[in-house]
């Protein structure tokens, strides 16, 4: 009989399954090792299978059994919450360094930056998480809200753009208007978040812009509501 | 940025998407108290998250990477746990036999649970449970042929399920 051949593979290879597991009858076992001998496709497969079975006696079929356990659904804000802390207390300690370090007629300059740079009351107001949509493909780009009394703090998170290239951030207003946030250079290989400021009010902002070479990405930002959400002017 | 790096909070969050059941259900079969598995799943985010910059996805994935996290992370709490009282945990029993030996058997059970039903019903009725490929056929009212061809498709599919989870042989 011949043992070899795509046809002949076909009629054994359904057998290579419980031929790894040892549960064939010798007959049909004979006939399989025949034509692993003549099949290197065959064998290759045999011994991948039986790498395979042999792992099987690792898994308890009570544990498997049952579904796969799950978290609680808070976990998840609770390591962004851990992380977030321990992000703004780092950020907190890296701008009293700065503060410290400047002397002279520089000390007049860092009380005005400061002003700008620390953090307000310590985070009573929630920071918003705003999504790009309908971004092209490869490319993610989301930011962070944070009121502040100053303003707005904007960390913009990129990635997937074209590396050197210049993004422009603004708020929109209730009214259209523009306030630009800073601006930052994408760098493919360093850390693609970029801390910036704006003085618009978050509560009052409509939606972040962001502009990357000759196109603009934009999403709506849902304030944080409160009696100064509309514009009075 | 590198792809795959874990740097801003919203890489952690897209990680933790994608990683945190995985990790969560190793941590359970490791240290069997789900109290202590969701801490040891939140210390090893944070803790990726501050060695963020030091990921090389070059070097091996994400969730590799997470996964020896876990492990120390594992390791800590058990060593804190050695150091207190025992005291009953109800539910899961936690693993004891070494860290990679646990693992790979967490990997073999969560592979069994991602196969098709019908492969994996004739793996567990013929192999753990023993019974003949002819039994297991009349029962599920297929030719015994079938049964075999399952077994046959059935490992190939645990075998494509334990190397994306990163299983090498």
């Known amino acids: ?71 609680s659904a808070l976990l998840g804000e609770r390591i962004a919450a ?89 708020l929109v207003g209730p009214r259209g208007a523009r306030v630009p946030a800073g601006t930052f250079r994408y760098r493919w290989g360093e850390d693609s978040e970029a801390v910036l400021s704006s003085a618009l009010d978050l509560s009052r902002t409509r939606a972040i812009d962001i502009r990357t070479g000759n196109r603009t990405f934009v999403a709506p930002v849902k304030g944080t509501g409160g009696p100064n959400q509309e514009e009075t002017t | 940025m590198q792809p795959g790096a874990l740097k801003g909070e919203r890489d952690v969050r897209e990680a933790y998407a994608a990683h945190s059941g995985e990790l969560f259900g190793f941590a359970l079969r490791s240290l069997g108290d789900a109290g202590l598995a969701e801490e040891a799943v939140q210390e090893t985010f944070v803790r990726a998250w501050r060695a963020g910059k030091r990921f090389d996805p070059q070097i091996g994935s994400l969730r590799t990477w997470l996964f020896a996290i876990l492990r120390n992370v594992v390791i800590d709490l058990g060593r804190a746990r050695a150091a207190r009282p025992a005291v009953a945990a109800p539910g899961v029993e936690p693993a004891v036999e070494p860290f990679e030996q646990a693992l790979l058997s967490w990997q073999v059970e969560e592979a069994m649970r991602r196969i098709g039903e019908d492969h994996r019903r004739v793996l567990v009725e013929t192999h753990y449970r023993g019974r003949p490929y002819a039994e297991v056929a009349e029962e599920l009212g297929v030719p015994e042929g079938t049964v075999k061809s399952r077994v046959y498709y059935g490992l190939r599919a645990l075998r494509v399920v334990l190397e994306e989870m990163g299983y090498e042989d």
């Open chain 1, 1 to 71: 009989m011949r043992t070899d051949g795509p046809d002949r593979c076909r009629e054994w290879r359904h057998l290579l399954g419980a031929y790894a597991l040892g549960d064939l009858d010798a007959g049909e076992r004979a006939g399989l090792e025949a034509h692993l001998e003549s099949c290197p496709e065959c064998r290759a497969e045999a011994e991948s299978l039986g790498a395979v079975a042999q792992l099987l006696p690792l898994a308890d079929p009570d544990r498997f059994g049952r579904p796969a356990p799950q978290p």
């Open chain 1, 82 to 170: 851990a992380i977030g802390n321990e992000g703004r207390a780092r950020r907190r300690r890296r701008h009293r360094r700065f503060g410290l370090t400047l002397t002279g007629a520089a000390v007049a300059a860092a009380a005005a930056l400061a002003i700008f740079v620390l953090p307000g009351d310590g985070g009573a107001d929630p920071a918003q998480h705003v999504e790009f949509a309908a971004l092209p493909p490869g490319i993610h780009i989301g930011a962070t809200l944070e009121p502040h009394a100053y303003g707005t703090e904007i960390r913009v998170y990129v990635r997937g753009i074209r590396s050197g290239t210049l993004c422009r951030v603004s």
